[in-house]
């Protein structure tokens, strides 16, 4: 994955273990952690959550602004 203007980036590879269609799914990364990403509909809107294994070598909260900002990336996108 990189920024658009290529001023960061970080490679990204994971083999799917589990799907649930319309519901979740799994995958593991290349380090070994896993995340699973659910869907739940709520009215008219669908919640999306991540829960992931959180690597060594960054913070905590760093890792979850990372995955709170893929997913506001694909909240806009998803919109329009």
Known sequence: MEAKDG???F??????????PG???????AD???ATVSF?????STQVTVTF???TQN????QRAGWQAIL???KRYAER
């Open 7 to 9: 001023a960061y980036g």
């Open 11 to 20: 490679d990204f590879e994971a083999v799917y273990r589990e799907l649930d």
């Open 23 to 29: 519901h979740s799914f799994t995958y593991e990364l």
């Open 32 to 34: 070994g952690r896993q």
């Open 40 to 44: 739940e509909e709520i009215g008219n």
């Open 53 to 55: 294994d959180a690597e």
């Open 59 to 62: 913070p905590l909260e760093m």
């Open 72 to 74: 506001d990336n694909f």
